[in-house]
């Protein structure tokens, strides 16, 4: 069980005036010898024996006091346990004890002359020539041999030693240098908001909603505040959602800042996360750009915080600690007076409302740069389209046409559908059977690239029958559409379009994003599939349409947030097309075209449809009008779940009801103990408890009231989620 509890050592003699807080540290407990973090350091000795610190394993402190306090807000506003706090802001590779730089021989010319043969003469010239470097790729640039270098090492004339290498993300990929852009006058005024608000000086200036339709040249502004900030000494962090954006994020930020850039991300090798992260420490970076975990790289004098598609779920974390990067980066921008810049197309609910109310400052950048247009978006009813083709087809006869047109014209295509796969369902027609993960309440995908039926909850998987293993019918039906299959109905439609897929069955490899999407950018592709990681911050010029196959999906799903998501979803996608000179055309297929959500994307109105979605939110007692939060009761045994989820709603009912009374409102509100939307999960029973309130705290205090006063029993799992994203 994680620690949640400080522990006191005596700092010894030798070590008065050397240890600092943050630093990590070499201490006996329980009987062995263990690593810890200095919290705080105290004059006042305690009334009790202590041990003593046993040694600095490093004399920089791996957080600042910022950082510290950060953490331990983060520890107290999810109810978390501090040690795993810790552990999240630093990456594992870094605490390793074996974790050190990568040193290779570095060969160096030193003027000296002697007799040499005329190879090892040709060859000294040429190690003079390029100015020494890397043994490795001198013996295989010069063609040599390990011999012959060391054979000029002993007669003086090159030094051979050891270097720390740096493990570069970046190594292989070419980036070329830009300048600012010129800024429009809506960018322009956009900067100015960031600079301004609560003064150029100001502590804790306030957040900024940067609110720009997609195409607007946010990133640019972006870009252009780090370069300001960076002039005065300070740093940046930029977050992005997905791991696919980050390829092309650094290398809009490397082409500006160069080497002052560092990346972070969990595709990163250990090797190379280590050395990102320590030229992060010793401010050789300056700029930091990575997915949420980013937000605790241990940049120094902090002047700015982005956090690009803040609307984005993916900032949210789904194992405890159970943060959102968002919020986590509006905290540390107050605890470090640096800025924030909260960027989006689409902002969530709570990023607006609080920019309505004057809590955040709203800059706004409405059109497109250059006078581009927004795409024309059309809404095909596939209700129509089943009445004329009997069936609901994969795309509909109005996007084929569309599709045919660029291929036609040698213009691109993004295809959007939010499922991976090939079938999402194998059942049988005679008697109803389903195959479904024996451990998860859920059906298999059928995977034809390996046949095999797979579970997309516990990564579990099975054989695909031959026959119903139930009625041994033969003719099994494969329902609903994955990304495998529209892939392969396109195929059927176009042999000779040339299709990338991109999906989380595609990119299991090391750069296999970057790959992918540089591909398509150098227009090796006509059409790029995919699912939500195409749907959103992607450029590419010559992409003149955008399909969206399934515009249902996201809206019927079990979960209040489902319209907001349903159109930051397809506006997203939507933005995809017509980023250059090209017009572009986005086509919509749905069963719900008079859907708000759907309705207000094809559009692009986001303040009606914020407006409106506002009112429904504040009528039903919903975010951001409270904190919905929620308890998850997890055991092997169904009724062990059950009882004890039953139990704590009735708790909790009871410490609602005494503060309903003291308010004389409504104000907190508890579930019933139901089956969680996924019920049964990796063999584990599912149930929870939903709590709406009227800040985290009072959802915090509760819980943590509770789980002093009735403790679970060990075989069951108790998570609380606070300011939850999703009841599944």
């Not at 940067?210 to 740093?235: C, D, P, W």
């Not at 943060?323 to 810049?341: I, K, P, S, T």
């Not at 042999?495 to 991109?502: D, E, G």
Request: charged share 25%.
């Amino acid at each position: 069980m994680a620690l949640d509890r400080l522990f006191t050592y005596e700092v010894p003699v030798e070590l008065l005036g050397k240890v600092r807080v943050g630093q990590l540290l070499r201490v006996p407990f329980h009987g062995r010898i263990a690593r810890g973090f200095a919290l705080t350091l105290s004059d006042e000795p305690p009334t009790f024996a202590t041990k003593p610190v046993m040694s600095i394993e490093d004399e920089s402190p791996f957080f600042s006091p910022a950082l510290l306090q950060l953490v331990k807000w983060i520890a107290s506003y999810t109810a978390s346990p501090i040690e795993v706090v810790l552990k999240t802001a630093v990456p594992a590779s870094v605490l390793k004890p074996s974790a050190r730089p990568k040193e290779l021989l570095f060969v160096e010319p030193t003027g000296k002359s002697a007799e040499l043969t005329k190879h090892q003469a040709e060859l000294l010239a040429d190690i003079v020539r390029v100015g020494g470097g890397w043994m490795q790729q001198l013996l295989k640039e010069f063609k040599t041999s390990p011999s012959t270098i060391r054979a000029l090492a002993q007669k003086g004339c090159v030094s051979i030693a050891p270097r720390v290498s740096r493990r570069d993300p970046l190594a292989g990929r070419s980036v070329v240098p830009t300048q600012p852009l010129r800024l429009n006058d809506m960018q322009a005024r956009a900067l100015d908001t960031i600079f301004s608000g609560s003064g150029e000086n100001a502590a804790s200036p306030r957040p900024v909603l940067l609110h720009g339709v997609t195409g607007s040249g946010k990133t640019e502004i972006y870009l252009q505040a780090i370069g300001r900030l960076l002039e005065r000494g300070k740093g940046a962090i930029v977050l992005v959602p997905e791991i696919a954006l980050t390829p092309q994020t650094v290398r809009r930020f490397a082409a500006r800042f160069g080497d002052k850039v560092a990346v972070l991300h969990s595709a990163l090798s250990d090797g190379e996360r280590y050395d990102e992260w320590h030229r992060i420490r010793t401010g050789e970076a300056r700029v930091v750009v990575g997915p949420r975990s980013a937000i605790f790289a241990p940049v120094a004098n902090l002047g700015l915080i982005v956090v690009d598609e803040e609307h984005d779920p993916s900032y949210k974390q789904d194992e405890t600690p159970r943060y959102h990067a968002r919020d986590v980066a509006v905290v540390r921008a107050r605890l470090e007076g640096a800025r924030v810049v909260l960027g989006s197309a689409t902002p969530s609910l709570e990023s607006w409302l609080n920019a309505k109310e004057g809590k955040y400052a709203l800059a706004s950048v409405p059109a497109r740069v250059a006078g581009r247009s927004l795409p024309d978006v059309h809404l095909v009813n596939m209700q129509e389209e089943l009445e004329r083709a009997g069936h609901v087809p994969i795309y509909s006869s109005l996007l084929l046409d569309a599709v045919k047109s660029r291929l036609d014209r040698g213009e691109q295509t993004i295809l959007f559908l939010n499922r991976r796969g090939y079938s999402r369902v194998l059942d049988c027609p005679e008697c109803g059977w389903v195959a479904e993960c024996p451990d998860c309440s859920v059906p298999y995908t059928y995977h034809q690239a390996d046949r095999c039926l797979r579970c997309h909850v516990c990564g579990g998987w099975a054989h695909l029958p031959s026959d119903c293993p139930i009625c041994h019918a033969k003719d099994l039906s494969y329902s609903g559409v994955g990304t495998q299959r529209a892939e392969a109905a396109l195929h059927a439609c176009f042999p000779r379009a040339r299709i990338l897929r991109m999906d989380a069955d595609s990119t299991s490899r090391k750069f296999s994003h970057d790959d992918i999407l540089s591909a398509f950018r150098a227009g090796k592709a006509d059409v790029l599939l995919g699912t939500q990681m195409i749907a959103k911050g992607l450029d590419f010029p010559n992409v003149t349409l955008v399909g969206v196959l399934n515009a249902d999906m996201s809206l019927n799903r079990p979960d209040p947030r489902a319209s907001e998501r349903t159109y930051q979803l397809l506006a997203q996608v939507s933005g995809r097309a017509g980023r250059a000179e090209k017009p572009g055309e986005v086509y919509i297929q749905t069963f719900q075209p008079d859907a708000a959500a759907i309705a207000a994307a094809a559009k692009g109105d986001y303040a009606t449809f914020a407006a409106g979605e506002l009112v429904d939110r504040h009528d039903a007692y919903f975010p951001p009008y409270c904190r919905l939060s929620t308890l998850l009761f997890r055991s092997k045994a169904d009724a062990l779940a059950r009882d004890w989820a039953d139990l704590y709603a009735r708790s909790l009912g009871e410490w609602a009801k005494k503060v309903n009374d003291a308010a004389n409102a409504a104000v907190f509100r508890v579930s019933e103990a139901a089956e969680a939307p996924l019920s049964k999960a990796d063999g584990w029973f599912r149930y929870h408890v939903v709590l709406r309130t009227p800040t985290a705290k009072a959802a915090v205090d509760a819980v943590k009231w509770l789980r002093s006063a009735r403790p679970a029993p060990e075989a069951l799992r108790v998570s609380f989620d606070v300011d939850a994203l999703n009841l599944m």
